[in-house]
């Protein structure tokens, strides 16, 4: 194991620095684990994990590392420091924070970085090849115009000496940066131009028509080569570093929030319980019937609204918890729309530390903004269907950053805290605007400033969570108390027993910190309808409520049972009967005229309408009909609750992780992975057809293959698209790899070569 690389200074680091760099990158700690710490070096180095990663760097750990790979075997904190104009104390705090997340390590004074993350850089800036190398097949005397114009005396040098001059006027980086800082705008965007190319730094065609290519030949800046102007490697470099508006920082100074923890905790513990009470009303209005389905999937607009008025919140927060529910499993996709995972019932249960932490974990890892859904192809994109979108890392970069400090000074500053997001200043400011109230309505921000909930969220895992959170939100009993005024006050947290009953036999008419049902006929009836019993309803009246079930009440509900089922409607498209005088009363109504209904005899109907149809019409005339089957039997209805798919059937289970103390021990008890499990059959036909792959993601795949489980891989098809999959590997036939693909939702053939990258799948 060389001393220089990377799995070698992972092997130095004592076990409290080892566990902060898994802890760090949880994807390393993914089943299976890496086996040494070579196999942990190369899992860290992929492009996924290098991604992952990168998210999480601000701004002048970006710059630092770019730095890094523009000064190559010369990057040390000195080096940088010079190079860009910064205090040393600062670059070695950003090379210790890249040290810490496992994007870089020293070798000796030397700063390194992953190979594939050195390489991407030096892409993205658009370094191509050095002018030792592109200046070898350049006309002599073109090649003496550039070095005479970058102040080189070529009097009496040969071609060999003259490129070996050039290259080191070329080597000063901040000298060219100087002289690309006062170039024209035309040539400033020219040089821009060359360093995006797909091939760095070079030009197709027709430069003799633009004066700006002639004037950075005339000045040295851009090589002609076989015709063509070709940006050096060293140009590149210099255009990178005067595009730098600022030299390194160090974090921006954030005020500290005005009010403490104490002084907030009672509006973010009534925010949060508030999130629990309608991500349940959502879910348990769902069971009692499926939120409508668009035919591509989601929940429409005018569904959305349907729902915000019936649950008295804007349709922004509707999309919030729907959105939420899907994310934490407890909502699926059935054949009639969205209804509640079997997970439901578990979470319904469980005390609300748990349920929240479920919920705002949920949140925290959600890659879009609910209330700021983005626009794909100029559509909108309903919920809880996931789109693509920066806001994740918004979210998680203003969360750090607020911490101890204010909200909105950290959201002043979030291009600090978060340069990967790529949105513009409108984007930026909407995004963050939906985070913070997202984050308002679930009790992690308020009054400008992380709550004690939202700390918690932040260094907390799963189980410790619900921990921390459980003094903050006490499981309170639920209170109902039967008024004589036909309503029912219901306090505390609402159980399933109580909020099934209610929904079926009275009508909401508030939600806040306590909730309003009114009874009425409508609603007793329509419980009767659902198949309960007069005797039955009061009894579990009385077991609900604290006090006994008013007169009133008592009255209502047997005043309707007695009056319940005195028409009886037969599905025979349909035969009514009821006693002589109501059936005349029925067919001197002109209301109901439209039935067409006809006397078979003094007790009986007949009409040429549905069951369903002669049903409603009657009970929008007051009666209060009762729908009988073909036997005769009394048809309950409405007495099934909508459920979805179990949750594994819909989304894959995420892979186990091992705990970073854990794998750290093991790694340092074997740091070479001499005692990993023999290399599988599997192992070895993957790595006969597919070359590039490590033999940390072969391992991966090969797992994935022989146990049934997930991974993420990247993937080239035959016409050169690059696409991201989650695949449930099968088996292996011939050269091809027969796997569930989640991005298409059906099975997939992927040839095994084309396979470029393999990550975890959680």
């Known amino acids: 194991m060389s001393a220089t690389s990377f799995a070698g200074y992972l092997a130095r680091l004592d076990e409290a620095e080892l566990i902060g760099v898994l802890n760090a990158r949880p994807d390393a700690r993914t089943e299976p684990v890496p086996r040494g710490f070579p196999q942990l070096a190369q899992r860290l180095s992929g492009p996924e994990s290098l991604g992952t990663a990168l998210v999480t760097a601000n701004r002048d750990m970006v710059i630092a590392g770019q730095a890094v790979a523009v000064l190559g075997d010369a990057a040390t904190v000195p080096a940088i420091a010079d190079l860009l104009d910064a205090d040393e104390q600062i670059v070695c705090e950003c090379v210790d924070r890249l040290r810490a997340i496992g994007l870089a390590w020293l070798d000796d004074a030397r700063v390194r970085l992953p190979e594939r993350l050195h390489d991407h850089w030096r892409a993205e800036l658009g370094i191509g090849r050095p002018v030792a190398v592109l200046a070898r097949p350049v006309y002599a005397d073109d090649l003496r115009a550039t070095a005479e114009a970058l102040g080189v005396d070529t009097a009496r040098l040969r071609k060999p000496e003259v490129i070996s001059a050039l290259s080191t006027a070329m080597s000063d980086t901040k000298a060219l940066a100087r002289i690309v800082t006062g170039l024209a705008g035309p040539e400033r965007r020219l040089l821009d131009t060359l360093r995006g190319q797909g091939i760095p730094g070079r030009m197709f065609g027709g430069y003799r028509t633009d004066p700006a290519i002639d004037r950075l030949l005339s000045i040295g800046l851009v090589i002609k080569v076989n015709h063509q102007p070709e940006m050096p490697a060293e140009t590149a470099m210099a255009v990178w570093l ?43 209005e769902a069971a009692r019937a499926s939120i409508a389905r668009l035919k591509r999937g989601g929940v429409g607009q005018r569904e959305r609204v349907r729902l915000a008025k019936r649950l008295s919140v804007s349709v922004d927060a509707v999309t919030l918890w729907i959105d939420l529910a899907s994310a934490a499993e407890l909502l699926g996709e059935t054949e009639a729309g969205y209804a509640p995972t079997p997970a439901y019932a578990d979470w319904r249960a469980a005390e609300p530390a748990r349920q929240w932490t479920t919920i705002a974990r949920a949140w925290l890892a959600m890659e879009h903004a609910p209330t700021n859904r983005e626009i794909e192809d100029g559509k909108e994109i309903p919920p ?44 930026r400011a909407k995004t963050v605007a939906a985070c913070v109230r997202e984050a308002e309505l679930l009790g992690i921000m308020t009054a400008d400033r992380l709550t004690e909930l939202g700390e918690h969220v932040l260094a907390a895992d799963a189980g410790e969570l619900t921990e921390l959170c459980a003094p903050l939100l006490p499981d309170t009993p639920c209170r109902v108390l039967l008024q004589s005024d036909l309503t029912a006050v219901v306090s505390g947290r609402t159980s399933a027993r109580v909020a099934r009953l209610l929904a079926v036999a009275a009508v909401n008419e508030g939600r806040g910190s306590a909730e309003v049902w009114r009874f009425g006929p409508a609603s007793v009836r329509a419980a009767l309808d659902a198949g309960w019993e007069a005797d039955q309803l009061l009894a579990e009246l009385a077991e609900i409520s604290a006090s006994q079930v008013p007169q009133p009440l008592d009255y209502l509900v047997n005043d309707v049972a007695r009056r319940h089922g005195q028409v009886r409607v037969r599905g025979a498209r349909s035969c009514l009967r009821a006693d002589a005088t109501l059936i005349k009363e029925i067919l001197a109504d ?54 979805a798919p179990d949750a594994q059937q819909v989304v894959f289970a995420a892979p186990s992780r091992l705990d970073a103390p854990e794998l750290a021990r093991m790694l340092m008890a074997d740091p070479d992975g001499a005692a990993a499990a023999e290399q599988t059959e599997t192992f070895m036909l993957l790595t006969q057809l597919n070359h590039h792959l490590d033999e940390a993601e072969v391992t991966m795949l090969a797992e994935a293959v022989d146990h049934k489980t997930h991974v993420r891989i990247s993937y080239r098809d035959k016409n050169g698209s690059r696409s991201i999959r989650t695949i449930q590997p099968q088996s292996i036939y011939g050269r091809w790899l027969d796997s569930w693909c989640h991005l298409r939702n059906g099975q997939r053939d992927f040839t095994i070569g084309s396979i470029e990258s393999v990550a975890p799948a959680g």
């Open 242 to 284: 005067a595009g730098l508006d600022r030299p390194l920082t160090g974090p921006p100074r954030l005020p500290a929030p005005r009010l403490d923890a104490d002084a907030v905790r009672g509006a973010a513990q009534a925010a949060a319980q508030e999130a629990l009470r309608m991500v349940t009303t959502v879910l348990d």
């Open 384 to 427: 809880p269907l996931p789109i693509g979108s920066a806001a994740g890392i918004v979210r998680r970069a203003l969360l750090t950053a607020s911490a101890g400090a204010t909200v909105s000074a950290a959201a002043a500053e979030i291009d600090w805290f978060c340069p990967f997001h790529d949105y513009d200043a409108d984007g």
């Open 590 to 643: 002109r209301s109901l005229r439209s039935l067409r209904l006809s006397a078979i005899a003094p007790t009986v109907l007949c009409g040429p309408f549905d069951l369903d149809t002669v049903l409603s019409r009657l009970r929008d005339a007051g009666l209060s009909p009762v729908a009988e089957d073909d036997s005769g039997e009394k048809i309950v209805e409405g007495s099934d609750e909508h459920q």
